[in-house]
Nanobody, 123 residues
Framework: QVQLVESGGGLVQAGGSLRLSCAAS????????MAWFRQAPGKEREFIAA????????YYGDSVKGRFTISRDNAKNTVYLQMNSLKPEDTAVYYC????????????????WGQGTQVTVSS
C-alpha cells in the first residue's frame, strides 16, 4: 500500500513563495505518475500539476501556469511543488496523488492520495 505524506504548507503573504513536498513509501515510486490537486472550502478538487514517472513531462492547470513548478526526485521518493507569486485565491488544502500509468488531470484516475497540507495566502 502506497502512502503519501505532504509537508511544507503554511501561511504566506500574497506575492510570496512556498515549496510543498510529498514523500512516498510502500511502493515503487519511480513507476508512478504524480500530481498535485487542491481543494478550497465549498469547491471541487482542482487539478494543479502532474509529472510523468521519469520526470521528463509535466502538465499544469491554467490557473497556475507560469507560477508553479512540479518536480520529482525518484532517488528520494519525493515530488515537489514550487509555488511562486502566490495569490489569495491559491488558498486551499493541497493534495499529493499518484497513479500507475500516464499522468492525468482527472481526480478519479489517481489511486493514491495524501492527507493534504493547508496553504493560506493573505492579501
Amino acid at each position: 500500500q502506497v502512502q503519501l505524506v505532504e509537508s511544507g504548507g503554511g501561511l504566506v503573504q500574497a506575492g510570496g513563495s512556498l515549496r510543498l513536498s510529498c514523500a512516498a513509501s510502500g511502493g515503487t515510486f519511480s513507476m508512478y505518475a504524480m500530481a498535485w490537486f487542491r481543494q478550497a472550502p465549498g469547491k471541487e478538487r482542482e487539478f494543479i500539476a502532474a509529472i510523468s514517472w521519469r520526470g521528463t513531462n509535466t502538465y499544469y492547470g491554467d490557473s497556475v501556469k507560469g507560477r508553479f513548478t512540479i518536480s520529482r526526485d525518484n532517488a528520494k521518493n519525493t515530488v515537489y511543488l514550487q509555488m511562486n507569486s502566490l495569490k489569495p485565491e491559491d488558498t486551499a488544502v493541497y493534495y499529493c496523488s499518484g497513479r500507475e500509468g500516464p499522468y492525468s488531470d482527472y481526480v478519479s484516475r489517481y489511486e493514491f492520495w495524501g492527507q493534504g497540507t493547508q496553504v493560506t495566502v493573505s492579501s
